[in-house]
């Protein structure tokens, strides 16, 4: 009785301890954020404990090429279903390789006419955020609607999936029916870090790819110590005739120095201010996340 007693009063202790460890990070991101000429949303997952941080986690935010994450879950999915095969050769021609819009697989076969297995136009998805690729693999599995019911089937409801890339060019508002709110977009890396959505090797090869994100380098890995783990996917949106950016954000996973994992969410939309002043914010509430008590406990 003595020893249950010694153990509760213990465990009550701490009880305070890490809510105030979270409450410390909770009023650096908030401080942070104010820093910024429009809306922040930050969400924060111990994949351990399931202790989250939130912070105006219910705004609807632009996810831009972030949505990618989910399109390339949406494919491997398919893969897991035998429906496509990584193997499959796509075509690239003229017609899909459009210019104007960021594509590396582009630059590299500006003529088309050549035919790429599917994984490597999943790894431009992925890993370099090609818009072309991005387009091409919304046609292969019959449009956007199909990946917003994917991701609505999961449970995941406050997000949805509207436009394809071309179609966000036609309009700086477009870029708004692809939406999330911060705690919809860490519910899903939630689902992806516990292996519920993916067949082990679909697993590995979306980890990979996220990991070697070649996009915003300087957001959530910009102030972290060189080799950190870090599997990503960021988005960035244009300017409106007022100056502000319809998106800054960069979403992932990060495996502390104790071998843990944490799942973050950067959300920065409709905002004023220059590009690296903007990343510079993600960066801070990234490395304030890091170096947390609250995560490193």
């Not at 431009?124 to 818009?131: K, P």
């Not at 960069?250 to 799942?263: C, E, S």
């Not at 690296?276 to 509430?285: F, M, N, S």
Request: charged share 25%; aromatic share 8%; glycine share 8%.
């Amino acid at each position: 009785m003595k020893a249950f007693t010694l153990t509760a009063i213990f465990m009550l202790s701490l009880t305070p301890c890490v809510f105030s460890q979270r409450d410390v990070l909770h009023k650096r991101i908030k401080e942070l954020a104010a820093t910024v000429d429009g809306q922040a949303g930050v969400a924060i997952m111990d994949l351990s404990s399931k202790d989250t941080l939130l912070y105006n986690v219910h705004g609807r935010f632009a996810m831009q090429s972030v949505y990618k994450f989910q399109l390339g879950l949406a494919v491997l999915n398919e893969i897991d279903k035998e429906a496509l095969s990584l193997d499959k050769k796509i075509r690239l021609t003229k017609e899909n390789l459009l210019p104007n819009t960021y594509s590396p697989m582009r630059d590299k076969y500006p003529g088309g006419n050549v035919e790429l297995p599917l994984r490597d136009v999943l790894k431009y998805l992925v890993t370099n955020s090609d818009n072309n690729a991005c387009d091409i693999l919304f046609k292969e599995l019959g449009g956007t609607k199909r990946v917003n019911r994917y991701v609505h089937d999961l449970g995941v409801n406050e997000m949805e999936i509207a436009a394809t890339e071309d179609e966000m060019h036609q309009g700086y508002d477009v870029q708004f029916t692809n939406w999330s709110t911060p705690r919809a977009t860490l519910q899903l890396l939630e689902m992806f870090y516990d292996k519920k959505l993916l067949k082990p090797a679909s697993q590995e090869l979306m980890w990979k790819m996220m990991v070697e994100t070649t996009t915003g380098p300087k957001r959530l890995k910009g102030l972290l110590p060189e080799g950190v783990e870090a599997a990503h996917r960021t988005g960035l949106g244009d300017r409106d005739t007022d100056g502000r950016l319809g998106a800054v954000n960069d979403v992932g996973i990060v495996k502390l120095p104790n071998g843990k994992y944490y799942a973050i969410v950067v959300y920065i939309g409709r905002a004023k201010g220059e590009l690296p002043d903007l990343e510079k914010v993600i960066a801070e509430i990234s490395l304030a996340a890091y170096k947390s008590q609250w995560l490193n406990k």
